[in-house]
């Protein structure tokens, strides 16, 4: 793979300023299931010592028949709204991002508009694989900014674990299910407070690095052997995805850093996407970040793609461990390729 090029686009022209908004409510919610490497061990010839070593994980939570992607994601936007002190009908903008929708269409945040009885909202999904909720962030920021909504619903939801390939051992023991949600609200703020600015990136060149084959238009659900042949299932080349993945983030972080006009030291908390404890403790160390300064909970989720940011934030939020004034620093990487940061002032 030629890796060079990927992210060799303009890196700074993908930076958007905060747009005068601000994270007013944090929540999360996971399936009481639970997948542990033991249980893992039983499905394919791995060990709990290789996916410890190698990942970090040791259990994520995993859906069951009658739970979807939004059941999640109701019950963590319900958390976000209950934190930010405001009603279902006060939000205007809903917007779920996640690779595992309930169904194609309609849209997971349509489900979830409903669930929560948020009648006033205009909602709508957005696909950028695990870079979803940093995607996100500059989406409803800039329709904050640009007047489109006062009030927005950001949600990340993933039910992972359904579109697994269990006969996969270098996928299967990654992935797990669950939701993270903020309310993004415009606010009086300057420059240098709230969101402080996003960037994302895309690199369609290597799409098929992180791909889903089957169930598009391209391998529609109705060609025969689709299954047998392993294709409507998460596929990954993993140890590629790993290299381009520790030089992207730290490049799309450096990034916010500069524009923001910020250095290392004043970052309180780095959430970068939990999809595996070597990359994360990587680009710490690429970034000059002190590891109890990068937060790290893959080892009891796994990777949960869009939703891993906003659970993670909110498991900080939850905890007291975010102070008026701290900085915090959120990049991700996914299928696309995709990758973006997002700088807050909280
Ligand atoms: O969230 C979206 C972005 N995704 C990522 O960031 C994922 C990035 N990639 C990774 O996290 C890592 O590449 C993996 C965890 C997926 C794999 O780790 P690795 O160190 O890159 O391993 P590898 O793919 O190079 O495989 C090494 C060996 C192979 O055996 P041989 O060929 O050396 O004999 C694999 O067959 O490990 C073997 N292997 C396993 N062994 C036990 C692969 N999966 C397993 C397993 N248990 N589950």
Not at 41 to 50: A, H, I, M, Y
Not at 151 to 170: C, F, H
Not at 334 to 339: E, M, S
């Amino acid at each position: 793979m030629g890796e060079s090029s990927v992210g060799d686009a303009d890196f700074d022209r993908a930076f958007v300023p905060g747009g005068a908004c601000r994270i007013s409510g944090t929540g999360h919610s996971v399936p009481e299931g639970r997948l542990t490497n033991a249980d893992l061990e039983q499905r394919v010839e791995t060990s709990d010592e290789w996916i410890v070593a190698r990942t970090g994980i040791r259990e994520r939570p995993m859906s069951n028949d009658s739970e979807y992607t939004s059941t999640f994601a109701i019950e963590a936007g319900r958390a976000a709204l209950d934190m930010a002190g405001l009603q279902p009908a006060d939000v205007d903008l809903i917007v779920c991002a996640t690779v595992t929708p309930d169904m194609l269409f309609p849209s997971t945040a349509c489900f979830v508009q409903e669930g929560l009885g948020a009648k006033n909202a205009a909602a709508f999904d957005i696909n950028a694989g695990c870079s979803g909720f940093v995607y996100g962030l500059q989406v409803v920021s800039q329709f904050i900014a640009g007047g489109g909504a006062r009030r927005a619903l950001l949600i990340g939801a993933e039910t992972l674990t359904k579109i697994v390939d269990w006969q996969d051992r270098s996928t299967c023991v990654l992935f797990g299910d669950g939701a993270g949600a903020v309310v993004v609200e415009a606010a009086d703020v300057g420059a240098d407070d709230g969101l402080l600015g996003t960037a994302i990136h895309s690199d369609g060149a290597f799409a098929d690095l992180i791909e889903m084959p089957a169930g598009g238009s391209r391998i529609p659900p109705s060609t025969p052997g689709i299954v047998e042949d392993r294709l409507p299932f998460i596929k990954m080349r993993g140890n590629e995805v790993f290299k381009v993945a520790v030089r992207t983030l730290a490049q799309t972080s450096e990034t916010i850093l500069d524009r923001c006009g910020l250095t290392d030291d004043e970052v309180r908390w780095m959430i970068p996407h939990q999809a595996n404890g070597r990359i994360i403790q990587a680009v710490g160390q690429r970034l000059g970040l002190a590891d109890e300064r990068v937060y790290v909970n893959v080892e009891r989720f796994g990777n949960t793609s869009a939703a891993s940011i906003p659970i993670a934030l909110d498991e900080l939020n939850r905890a007291g461990k975010i102070g008026s004034g701290d900085v915090i620093l959120m990049a991700a990487f996914g299928a696309g390729l995709t990758w973006g940061s997002a700088g807050v002032r909280w």
